[in-house]
C-alpha cells in the first residue's frame, strides 16, 4: 500500500466473527442430539444453505429437500422454524472492536452470506448490528461470497474504493476473494489477533487501561436471579445485552444521575451497586459518549459474576 492510500474503512463479515451461528441447535429442537450430525450430512447442509445464502427461498429449498427424503420433512423444515435458536450469542471481543473502530471515525460496513428471509432475526435480535452504517446480504443481491462481484459491488454502491478498505471474514477463501478485488483481507481467528493487526495497521491504538473500577447499578432480585442462575444477561434494566451490545457501567461520580433517570421509581433500599475492576476482567471495557454528559464505561460482553468484587448498598 502507497502512503496515499489510506484505510478509512472496514468491512465485518458477520457470522462466525460478530455473531455466534450454530446450525445445529435448530435441528436439536426436532431430534435427538446424537442424530443431529448424521442429519445435517445426510441432507448436505452446508451446500444447501449455501444457495439459501445465494438467493433461494426457503419455500423451495424445503421442498426439493422433503422431496428427496419424504420422512424428514419435519427435520428440514426445522432450521428455518427454529433459526433463533443457531444466533446463540455475540463473538467475544468483536463488539469492542466495532465500538473503537467508531469512535475513531472509521467507516463500518458489513458484508454477509445470510439468507434474506432469516436475516431479518438477527436485525432484530442483536442491537450491536446498529452499529454498521449498512450491511450487505447476500440473499438480497442474490450473490455471494466468493465471488468477487459482490465485492466490487459493495465498494460501488457505498462508494469507497477497495484499497481504502479492510476485509474481515473467518474464511479464508472469502479473504483471497477479497484481496484480488484489492480490498486489505484479515483472516478472522479472535479478536485478540483481529486487534492485534489493526494496531499493525494503525487503525487503533493499543488499549490503555482504564485505572479505576466501574460500577452497575441493578436491582437486588435481579442480581439474585443472575446468581442462582450463573449468568447475568442484562445491559441495563429490561434491556438484554444481546439485544443492546454491550453492559451499560458508571464510574462512581456518574451512579447518581444513572439511579435518577433509570431506577427513580424504586425505593433505594431495592438497589445495588456492583463494583467490578475493568483491566483485570476478561471482556474489555470501552468508554464511549453516545449521548449528553461525559463518557460511559461499557462492558462487551457478559457482566461476569465472578468478576465482581464488591457488592455495595444503593446509595454508596
Known amino acids: 500500500m502507497g502512503a496515499d492510500e489510506l484505510l478509512t474503512t472496514v468491512v465485518f463479515d458477520l457470522g462466525g466473527v460478530v455473531l455466534e451461528w450454530s446450525p445445529e441447535r435448530a435441528f436439536g429442537q426436532v431430534l435427538p442430539a ?14 444447501w444453505n449455501r444457495r439459501h445464502d445465494g438467493g433461494l427461498q426457503f419455500d423451495l429449498g424445503e421442498q426439493e429437500l422433503i422431496e428427496k427424503f419424504p420422512d424428514d420433512a419435519e427435520a428440514v ?8 435458536h443457531t444466533l446463540s450469542g455475540l463473538v467475544e471481543g468483536t463488539g469492542a472492536i466495532i465500538a473503537e473502530l467508531q469512535q475513531r ?3 463500518l460496513l458489513a458484508l454477509t452470506n445470510w439468507s434474506a428471509e432469516t436475516f431479518p432475526v438477527a436485525r432484530e435480535k442483536f442491537g450491536l448490528l446498529q452499529r454498521f452504517e449498512e450491511i450487505l446480504v447476500s440473499g438480497e443481491e442474490r450473490l455471494a461470497k ?3 462481484e459482490i465485492f466490487r459491488l459493495i465498494a460501488r ?14 474464511s479464508a477463501a472469502n479473504v483471497q476473494a477479497a484481496d484480488d478485488v484489492g480490498f486489505t483481507g484479515i483472516r478472522f481467528t479472535d479478536a485478540a489477533a483481529l486487534r492485534s493487526r489493526l494496531e499493525d495497521l494503525r487503525l487503533l491504538p493499543p488499549r490503555r487501561p482504564i485505572g479505576q473500577p466501574i460500577f452497575h447499578l441493578t436491582e437486588r432480585e435481579v442480581w439474585q436471579a443472575a446468581q442462582d442462575g450463573g449468568a447475568f444477561p442484562w445491559s441495563s434494566r429490561n434491556l438484554s445485552y444481546l439485544r443492546r451490545g454491550f453492559v451499560h457501567c458508571s464510574f462512581r461520580s456518574q451512579l447518581p444521575a444513572v439511579a435518577a433517570r433509570v431506577y427513580s421509581d424504586l425505593p433505594p433500599e431495592q438497589l445495588i451497586v456492583l463494583e467490578l475492576d475493568p483491566d483485570t476482567i476478561s471482556p474489555p471495557v470501552v468508554v464511549e459518549q453516545l449521548g449528553p454528559g461525559g463518557g460511559y464505561p461499557h462492558l462487551y460482553g457478559e457482566l461476569p459474576i465472578d468478576g465482581v468484587t464488591r457488592v455495595h448498598n444503593w446509595p454508596l
Open 157 to 170: 454502491r457505498y462508494q469507497v474504493r477497495p484499497e481504502s478498505c479492510i476485509f474481515i471474514d473467518d
Open 77 to 84: 423444515r426445522a432450521y428455518r422454524k427454529h433459526f433463533e
Open 105 to 107: 471515525g472509521v467507516r
Open 34 to 47: 446424537e442424530q443431529v450430525g448424521t442429519f445435517m450430512t445426510k441432507i448436505d447442509f452446508y451446500e
Open 146 to 148: 466468493p465471488d468477487p
